[in-house]
């Protein structure tokens, strides 16, 4: 385990207060940075071994260990704070893949090939009609977009901002990004 090295960290953290020593320890070059970068892998590579062994579970304790991990290693530096400049990337654009298994309420099982099964109705909270109608889930996408208030509002979207932001977004000092939730499913036959 880690502990010793997060020990060793806090203890250097807690007896230098000045921000160009704290800055130091995050040297990319300093060894307590290489190690520190080295058990963030490895807290990510279990992270995602231990949902794969689930299932998609988030519940699964070995789950919920490994996620304790990675976020103990994270607060170890403070580093797990929103960063301004990775809050304004484009590296946060695209679209992602939830790991996770769907988490509708009320599954109603599993089809052959191992897939959840929900109604429709519970998936559309009860929007799309048959509301019955058995689906199996075979993934669940986030594409995330940022909407440039410079753009001449390409979307309309600024109506939808509240107008105490909207300066902000037309001067580029906030970004301004949509994220959907698109889930690929099946209709399931009886």
Known sequence: ASGGYQESFHDARDAH???STYSALLDPVSPLRVQFASDIESAKSSLVS???????????????SSLERLRSLASATGLD????AAES???LEGTWLTLTRPNYHDCVGKNAKGEYLYT??????????????R???????GPCRRVDGRDGDPEGM????????RQELRDGETVLRT???VTAFTVETP
């Open 17 to 19: 207060h000045d921000a």
């Open 50 to 64: 231990s949902l794969a062994s689930s299932g998609g579970d988030p519940t699964d304790p070995e789950f919920l």
């Open 81 to 84: 704070r929103v960063d301004r």
């Open 89 to 91: 990337s484009a590296a």
């Open 120 to 133: 429709l109705g519970r998936m559309s909270f009860d929007m799309f009609r048959p509301c019955d109608l």
């Open 135 to 141: 689906c199996s889930v075979q993934g669940v996408f």
């Open 158 to 165: 600024m109506e939808c901002v509240p107008r105490s932001l």
């Open 179 to 181: 994220y959907n939730i």
